[in-house]
Each structure stands twice: as C-alpha cells, then as structure tokens.
C-alpha cells in the first residue's frame, strides 16, 4: 500500500520544497545587525540653511520606545512610492530617523519641502560611507531599533505601515 | 568576394574593441607590489555583489561595487590582509558575500547536499538493477 503510494509521497514533498522556495525573494538579505546594537551613526544633519551641525543618532534615540531608521534618496524611486506609509507612521507619533544616502543636500532638501517630512532629523551620508556600517545595499531600507537602542528588524524596499506598526506596538510593551 | 572582406572587417573591429569590454576603474589604482594587486583581483573574484547577485565583484557595474572594489583597494593599500578584509565584508553583509560560503552547520548541506542527491541515486540505480536480476 505505501509502496504504491510513494512515488506521489516523493513528489508531493518535492512540490512542496519548491513552493516555499520559489516564494522567497533572494534579493532580499537577512541582516547581520539583527539583535545587536545599532552601530554608531555619527554625521551632519540635513539641514535648511544656517549653521552645519553634527549629531550621533545614539543620543537621539528616545527612551524605551521603539524607532526607526529609515535610508532614502531623493533619486529613489521606490522612496517616493513608501513616502506616505512613512507619513502615516510620523502622524501616529512614531519617531522616524533618516539617512539620506548617496545624495545632495539641495536635492534631498528640495524633496522634503515638496513632500512633507516625516523624519525627527536627517544624517547626511553623501558617499554612502554610514551605510556601508549598516550593510545597506539598497534604497529605500528601514531598519527598526528598539527602546533599548537595539536593531530588531530591517526591511530591504517600501514598507507597509500596516504591518510595521503591529511590530512597533509590540516593541513599545 | 566583397561579404569576405565585410566579414574580415566586422572580425577586426571586434577584435579591436575586446580590450574595451574588460577597461574599468581597477586599471586606475596603483598598488605597492604586484602581490597586492593579484590579492586584489583574487578577493573581486570571491566576493559578491550585493546588488547583481550573480555577479562577482569583479564583474560587477553596480554602484555599491564600485563602491566596494574602492575601499577593498584602499583597505589592501594601508596592509590589511585578505582574510581582515573578508571578515570585516562578511560581518557587514553575512556569509552571503562570499561565492565559497564557509562549512557550519547551516550550510552542511549546501556542501553535501550533492554528493547525498548522488548517493539516493546510486542507491534506486543499485535496488532496480537487483530487482531485475532477481526476476530474471
């Protein structure tokens, strides 16, 4: 009776192999800043004019509640296309970071004046120097830090705010 | 007669332009030895794009290769060895940077899967050809 039924056994557990692995986007990195502390994000802010200033995003994290980082350039496409899930997140008192990547300052400037600007304070990172020290390897990426200043999940591409704030209001318990 | 020739042409100007496919940045950078500058190639060879996936840093005209290639340069310049160099990548990105992953135990099988897909084969080859001795 198995005997007979094998061969349909061995093809249902191939099949099923193939789903979950044709599902999986390999573009997408699992991160190696999971669960350690965020690395130090020491650069100059974006800013409209007046003095340059430096910050260190560590000092501006707010404690015991979660946040985000997220990396974005004017130039990004897909930056564009998350902007609002970014501005519903800011709206419902999520504190947002950027980390304006491989940009100017004019152009990044013009495109928050445009748009509204969802972010707490913006690191310049021209080079793409900072988020090398992330391991970012494309834009948009989120990563969210928990109060504790700790890395808990990095997003490669637009986010959902939906699903984003479920996972942040787990953070914040 | 004169479709040779065009032939003969075509051939020649491809010829000439071959040299071109390969020119990028890496001819600009001057190394201390030329060890340096075959470490250099080696680790391009081994390393990943992260952006083009399938394509090694070397091959790679990605942004962030570019990038990548730049700072392996410097890092070899200053007398970083291969093998910092390597880890610093891999702590950045994950094993996923390297072509040749190292041997843990999440990646058994990726090593051995193989050769034990191999064995299963060998293994039905050796049951049918005995089933069929045994009948005959």
């Known amino acids: 009776m198995i005997r007979r039924f094998l061969p349909l056994l061995i093809l249902l557990a191939v099949l099923m192999v193939a789903a979950v692995g044709l599902r999986r986007d390999p573009t997408i990195l699992p991160s190696t800043l999971l669960d350690s502390k965020a690395p130090l994000l020491r650069a100059a802010l974006l800013q409209d004019g007046g003095m340059p200033q430096t910050a260190e995003l560590q000092a501006l994290l707010p404690q015991g509640k979660p946040s985000l980082l997220n990396v974005w350039a004017s130039w990004c496409t897909a930056c564009l296309q998350e902007h609002a899930a970014l501005q519903r997140l800011a709206a ?60 808990r999940q990095r997003i490669v591409g637009p986010i959902d705010d939906r699903a984003l704030s479920q996972q942040l209001a787990k953070l914040s318990r | 007669m004169a479709n040779i020739r065009r032939w003969l042409a075509l051939l020649l100007l491809m010829l000439l332009m071959a040299p071109m496919a390969r020119a990028d940045d890496t001819g600009q950078i001057q190394f201390h030895s030329p060890q340096q500058a075959a470490q250099y190639q080696h680790l391009l060879q081994e390393i990943r794009c992260l952006v083009c996936q399938n394509q090694s840093l070397a091959e790679s005209h990605a942004d962030l290769a570019l990038d990548l290639r730049l700072e392996i340069a410097q890092a070899l310049k200053r007398g970083e060895s291969p093998e910092q160099i390597k880890a610093r ?19 058994v099988l990726l090593w051995f899967g193989p050769a034990l897909l191999l064995l299963c084969g060998l293994w039905v080859v050796w049951r049918v050809i005995h089933r069929q001795e045994s009948q005959a």
């Open chain 2, 89 to 107: 990548l891999v702590k950045r990105y994950g094993d996923f940077v390297l072509y040749r992953p190292p041997l843990r135990e999440t990646t």
């Open chain 1, 92 to 151: 419902s008192g999520v504190t947002i970071f950027g980390l304006n990547y491989k940009d100017t300052d004019a152009a990044a400037m013009a495109w928050l004046r445009e748009r509204h600007n969802p972010y707490r304070a913006v690191f310049v990172d021209p080079q793409g120097i900072l988020g090398r020290d992330w391991g970012v390897y494309g834009v948009p990426e989120t990563f969210v830090i928990d109060g504790q200043g700790v890395v």
